[in-house]
């Protein structure tokens, strides 16, 4: 079946460094994938998504590109503030249906 | 736009009670909802998904006697935990989607239930 392998966390980071957190897949055809992001008391919240092969979703300095060939959607962002410490979920949704199947979740902590 | 509440959001309740958890659309019209359950450092598992005013399908291994869910309308869905059980307790996630392809879901702040 499918599923989604994240990094494990907590991934403890200084504010303005730069962060990564894996994440690579497993499923047929071609899925959507999403990174959902749920910030502490809060439910879960779309950060960006890519329906397609080399597209690349982006939102709030956050990145991440669909890589079919790696079957990774590694989510990136450039400079992390302390307003980004979350957990973050990887995602996947197969073409036709409405379910997800998620990744374990990675927490991010930014110090000041 | 696109909240979803859900009440309450935390419950303690005693071994062999019923316990409902409400899960509200509250700024749209929601076709499908779904419920999860989460237990601490783990993935969100998907329990059932529900269409409003027809019964829900659950995931594998999921004793739909024990997890009721009724999707009376189309902001409103519920969860009945009957005759619960501690290792009932988790964190239960809910979530609605409108909409087609790729039917993007919007998350509830989640329900804390934990049986004594």
């Known amino acids: 079946g499918d599923s989604v392998t994240q990094m494990e966390g907590p991934v403890t980071l200084s504010e303005e460094a730069f962060l990564t957190i894996n994440c690579t897949y497993t499923?047929?055809?071609?899925?959507?994938l999403f990174w959902y992001v749920q910030y502490p008391g809060e439910g879960l919240q779309l950060l960006l998504k890519a329906t397609k092969a080399d597209d690349k979703g982006s939102n709030k300095g956050f990145e991440a590109t669909y890589r079919k060939e790696t079957t990774s959607f590694h989510l990136e962002k450039g400079s992390v503030q302390v307003s980004d410490s979350a957990v973050y979920f990887c995602?996947?949704?197969?073409?036709?249906?409405?379910?997800?199947?998620f990744g374990k979740g990675t927490m991010l902590l930014v110090s000041p | 736009g696109a909240v979803v509440s859900q009440h309450p959001s935390w419950v303690i309740c005693k071994s062999g009670t019923s316990v409902k958890i409400e899960c509200r659309s509250l700024d749209f019209q929601a076709t499908t909802m779904f419920w999860y359950r989460q237990f601490p450092k783990q993935s969100l598992m998907l329990m059932a998904t529900s269409n409003e005013g027809s019964k829900a399908t659950y995931e594998q291994g999921v004793e739909k006697d024990k997890f009721l869910i009724n999707h009376a309308s189309l902001t409103l869905s519920t969860l009945t935990v009957t005759s619960a059980h501690p290792e009932d307790s988790s964190f239960y996630i809910c979530?609605?989607?409108?909409?087609?392809?790729?039917?993007?879901?919007?998350f509830g702040p989640g329900t804390r239930l934990t049986v004594t």
């Open positions: 995602a996947l949704k197969a073409t036709g249906y409405s379910t997800l199947t």
């Open positions: 499923a047929t055809g071609y899925p959507s």
């Open positions: 979530s609605a989607s409108v909409g087609a392809d790729p039917y993007e879901q919007y």
